[in-house]
């Protein structure tokens, strides 16, 4: 029977990339001189800190982190940014979470999605951080793969392991 995964999956070499490359921009360009603005990874975590002498150049931090990830085909759904906060000699701070892993609410959209298609004979389940869907055709599977990229959903997903 047919079968492929739905997961979401960070490639967290571009991210560290992309992090590394928005910090030797910020270094260099004018508009951060004398800002001390920084941007660091923290991998455990998979968690980005901003900081910077104000928002608009918190924003402007942001813009550039952004970038450098769309150039590296890092997907911006992947990135949950928290509130700004203040830091320390009124400086403005900010976290950007990263998402990976498909969770059990968002497992449950997917199937409901899979099963609002009413396609016959197609069957989804959540297998940990991945949903698993099968069927008796390899054309339903296809179908289930363009209206999943269709669907308006908060979070990149990759389809992987296409079996016959």
Not at 18 to 44: C, H, P, W, Y
Request: charged share 30%; proline share 1%.
């Amino acid at each position: 029977m047919p079968s492929f995964d739905v997961v979401s999956e960070i490639d967290m070499q571009e991210v560290r990339n992309a992090v590394d490359q928005a910090g030797r921009e910020i270094a260099n360009r004018f508009d951060f001189k004398n800002t001390s603005s920084s941007i660091e990874l923290n991998d455990k975590d998979l968690v980005i800190t901003m900081e910077s002498a104000s928002d608009d150049r918190l924003n402007a931090l942001r813009t550039v982190l952004e970038e450098k990830l769309v150039r590296r085909s890092v997907s911006l759904k992947s990135v949950d940014y928290d509130d700004v906060e203040a830091a320390a000699g009124g400086r403005s701070r900010q976290k950007a979470n990263l998402k990976a892993g498909v969770s059990s609410e968002m497992a449950k959209k997917i199937n409901s999605a899979i099963k609002d298609m009413k396609l016959k004979g197609v069957q989804s389940q959540t297998q940990g951080d991945q949903v698993r869907v099968s069927a008796k055709k390899r054309d339903a599977l296809q179908d289930v793969i363009a209206a999943l990229k269709e669907a308006d959903l908060d979070l990149p997903l990759q389809y992987i392991n296409f079996r016959n």
